[in-house]
Nanobody, 124 residues
Framework: QVQLEESGGRLVQAGASLRLSCTSS????????MGWFRQAPGKEREFVAA????????DYLESVKGRFTIAADNPKNTVYLQMNNLKPEDTGLYYC?????????????????WGQGTQVTVSA
């Protein structure tokens, strides 16, 4: 069983930047791809970004392209989500996810492991 631990969420003002971190307790074929999802109050959880550990393939939610960057640090078993120019609509509980396929934007049911989440709140 792989454990995912997120950190870095907090309250910020619109236009600010934040970096979220997700550390994996191990690597298996089920953690070939690492990603982030978020859930706003009263809404369904939605995909944000994903990457392979090599970084050769990445995928982003359309509304975060150009503002968010996902990157993996292999020696540290850690994946980062750099979020710039944050907007109030980016508010939500951000979950780290691990999967075996990069297709988790279209197939979130293929996520094998979830973290507990870290709260990001962006005030106007």
């Amino acid at each position: 069983q792989v454990q995912l631990e997120e950190s870095g969420g907090r309250l910020v003002q619109a236009g600010a930047s934040l970096r979220l971190s997700c550390t994996s307790s191990g690597r298996t074929w089920r953690t070939t791809v690492m990603g982030w999802f978020r859930q706003a109050p009263g809404k369904e959880r939605e995909f944000v970004a994903a990457t392979t550990w090599s970084g050769d393939i990445t995928d982003y939610l359309e509304s975060v392209k150009g503002r968010f960057t996902i990157a993996a640090d292999n020696p540290k078993n850690t994946v980062y989500l750099q979020m710039n120019n944050l907007k109030p609509e980016d508010t939500g509980l951000y979950y780290c996810a691990a999967a075996s396929q990069i297709t988790i934007q279209r197939r979130p049911n293929e996520v094998h492991y979830w973290g507990q989440g870290t709260q990001v709140t962006v005030s106007a």
